[in-house]
């Protein structure tokens, strides 16, 4: 984990490595760069563990509480401490859930191969970590949630660099391109998706390839601001479309996913989209996790158990490639399934 802390060239406020240059926080980016200024590094963290994004509705913990997070021992001890609540269930069970599978489908059919990959609204880094360990050299995740960024590096993927700013007001991110520039299950939440676009395109460059992934159609559990698929196209200049339970399906079932005209895909829940140099599939199948894997923590006693009903609700009916009991022989298939994941080393 960097230990990097200071101000950049710019005055932008950096701690842990991760510089905090959100829109719109400037007071809190003043307050922590006089707390580095006095020496006092673990006030300015716990100042950054606090700030979250405009959609989250409940109270930061208590300072002394944020205080233990750089002690904890893992990131469910951590996502706790932090009081992520729902976000937390999200993150920690995110290698089996749909929208997962769908994501690497996706990445999958298009691969960014040795381009720079930019993931806007990286959250804690799960794609930045099938990436990584896959082999893509250069990442970097950039999301509005400077504690998100700092599990993605404590836990979850350490090699790549993070920033935290709003994708339509960042700093230079000094990426090389034609670059590969994705947003899995956030696009929905941006407010002014025109701007996301436009900017996701600049980060591109010329024959760079823009990617985004569960965008939702349908006003569903946590659907943000959800469009239709052609306003979606539109905004993205995206020439392939894909149903989201059809990459889930693909995945599953391990063949390529089949894209769809918009016009087809108006009924779906959420769709996929991909825009500018549509890249080669990769070479290896991300339908078969990397070791050493683990049996699912979802299940307890031998039982499928959802962390909270809010999650059952979401997606539980949307899960159908994981029984309800766990087999008293496992299936030839069950690491594609997500019987079998491969968790970060201190999850």
């Known amino acids: 984990?960097?230990?990097?802390?200071?101000?950049?060239?710019?005055?932008?406020?950096?701690?842990?490595?991760?510089?905090f240059a959100r829109a719109g926080r400037e007071e809190l980016q003043d307050r922590v760069a006089r707390l580095l200024a006095d020496g006092e590094v673990?006030?300015?963290?716990?100042?950054?563990?606090?700030?979250a994004d405009d959609w989250w509705t409940q109270p930061?913990?208590?300072p002394e509480q944020l205080a233990r997070v750089p002690a904890a021992r893992?990131?469910?001890?951590?996502m706790a401490l932090l009081g992520m609540g729902r976000v937390g269930d999200y993150f920690a069970h995110r290698w089996s859930d749909p929208t997962h599978l769908a994501t690497l489908a996706l990445l999958g059919q298009h691969w960014p191969g040795d381009r720079p990959v930019v993931d806007v609204a990286c959250g804690i880094g799960t794609q930045l970590r099938e990436l990584s360990r896959r082999g893509v050299p250069e990442l970097v995740g950039v999301d509005v949630v400077w504690s998100k960024l700092w599990l993605a590096q404590r836990f979850?993927?350490?090699?790549?660099?993070y920033v935290c700013a709003d994708l339509t007001a960042a700093p230079d991110l000094q990426v090389p391109r034609p670059a590969y520039v994705t947003c899995h299950d956030a696009f929905y939440f941006l407010r002014d998706k025109p701007a996301a676009a436009a900017a996701m395109h600049a980060l591109a460059?010329?024959?760079?390839?823009?990617?985004v992934g569960h965008a939702h159609v349908a006003d569903t559990v946590s659907a943000g601001e959800p469009l239709s698929p052609q306003e979606y196209a539109g905004l993205l200049g995206a020439s392939v479309l894909y149903d989201d339970a059809e990459l889930t399906a693909a995945l599953l079932a391990a063949r390529p996913p089949v894209p769809a005209p918009a016009d087809r895909l108006t009924s779906s829940e959420a769709i996929a989209l991909v825009a500018g140099d549509l890249r080669a599939p990769a070479p290896v199948d991300l339908g078969e996790p990397l070791g050493p894997l683990r049996a699912n923590p979802l299940y307890v006693g031998?039982?499928?158990?959802?962390?909270?009903d809010r999650y059952a609700a979401e997606y539980g009916p949307r899960s159908g490639h994981l029984?309800?009991?766990?087999?008293?022989?496992?299936?030839?298939d069950a690491a594609r399934r997500r019987l079998l994941v491969d968790l970060p080393e201190e999850w």
């Open 1 to 19: 984990m960097s230990t990097a802390t200071g101000l950049t060239a710019t005055g932008v406020p950096v701690v842990d490595g991760i510089p």
């Open 323 to 332: 029984p309800a009991r766990w087999p008293e022989l496992l299936p030839a």
């Open 74 to 78: 893992s990131l469910r001890e951590a």
């Open 302 to 308: 031998g039982e499928l158990r959802w962390p909270s």
């Open 42 to 51: 673990d006030r300015a963290r716990i100042a950054l563990f606090a700030d």
């Open 205 to 211: 460059g010329p024959g760079g390839t823009v990617v």
């Open 60 to 62: 930061a913990p208590p």
């Open 156 to 161: 979850v993927c350490p090699g790549a660099r």
